[in-house]
């Protein structure tokens, strides 16, 4: 199946597979400061055109369908909205950072195969420079239903200092690890099935340590499902990630390297982060859906 990529220059890349939009790539969003301006991807949809993100959600208006959204970097906030702060709770401060777009240094589509590569700027709320970041994403269709989305980063500390690396969790609060290349679910997809290596489940998976995990959810009007699996590379920092999953409230993954544990990042030095994003139309079951993880790691290779 040939992938074509359409450019709003300045704006976003949009790849399509026949008629069906997979997704649109905005790298250069018109975002409030205060929701951390970041690029993103969404609408994401099945190769069959079913929708499987969510866009500025109300009781999170700094989701947007997938971004690498990081909550505390240093002091600085790149997820959006208030930070958390141990013994008070979530408060709004000043540091709302922004990761924005520098430089596209690739834009091809061959066959079944679109590669997108770019130069960003993370700097503070007050302009400072914090991060340069050098980020590829390469979408490749595996078959009538099934298409992966392999998403590669490199940040380095610019900042004149060291940045550590956390978590709401790493700061103070219990089991809410999230930050990472982070996933949000349709509405509808609330109360599906998340799916780890060691079998299917809930909320009580949230936490733990995989490889990979997956989410199987169903949608509104048509009743069909689809299935959205992320796969973390064996080279990534803390590998296998803690997990920041839910369901119950609404539907989300994140492989969370910064979960319980913050990871130091001197300054003039880099990390690299590597996930395989696997969207796939129906609901394979647990056997089927281990088989799609399987599909991520090999795009990973």
């Not at 009538?144 to 989305?149: G, N, Q, S, V």
Request: charged content about 20%; overall charge negative; some cysteine.
């Amino acid at each position: 199946m040939t992938l074509q990529a359409n450019h709003a220059l300045g704006r976003s890349v949009t790849v399509t597979a026949g008629d069906v939009e997979l997704f649109s790539y905005a790298y250069r969003p018109d975002t409030p400061v205060l929701e951390s301006p970041k690029p993103y991807l969404h609408p994401i949809r099945t190769v069959g055109g079913a929708l499987v993100s969510l866009f500025r959600p109300h009781d999170h208006v700094w989701h947007k369908g997938i971004a690498w959204s990081l909550p505390h970097v240093g002091e600085h906030n790149f997820w959006g909205g208030p930070t958390y702060v141990h013994g008070k709770s979530y408060v709004q401060l000043e540091n709302n950072g922004s990761a924005t777009h520098r430089e596209m240094t690739t834009l091809t589509a061959e066959d079944n195969r679109v590669d997108i590569g770019h130069t960003l700027d993370w700097t503070s709320q007050a302009g400072a420079p914090v991060i340069e970041e050098r980020r590829s994403l390469a979408a490749t269709v595996l078959d009538e239903a099934t298409w992966a989305l392999v998403f590669d980063t490199t940040m380095t500390n610019v900042s004149g200092g060291m940045l550590d690396f956390g978590s709401p969790t790493t700061k103070g609060r219990e089991n809410a690890g999230y930050g990472g290349l982070f996933w949000r679910g349709p509405r509808s997809f609330t109360n599906g099935i998340i799916q780890s290596p060691a079998g299917a489940g809930g909320d009580e998976l949230r936490g733990t340590r995989a490889e990979w995990f997956g989410f199987r959810g169903r949608h509104d009007e048509t009743g069909e499902h689809s299935t959205v699996v992320m796969v973390d590379d064996t080279a990534n920092p803390q590998h296998p990630p803690q997990w920041f999953a839910r369901s119950e409230d609404f539907a989300c993954l994140c492989p969370a390297p910064f979960f319980s544990e913050e990871v130091p990042l001197p300054d003039g030095e880099a990390l690299r982060f590597r996930y395989a994003v696997v969207i796939a139309d129906g609901d394979r079951g647990e056997d089927g859906t281990a088989v799609l993880a399987k599909q991520g790691r090999a795009a990973l290779a």
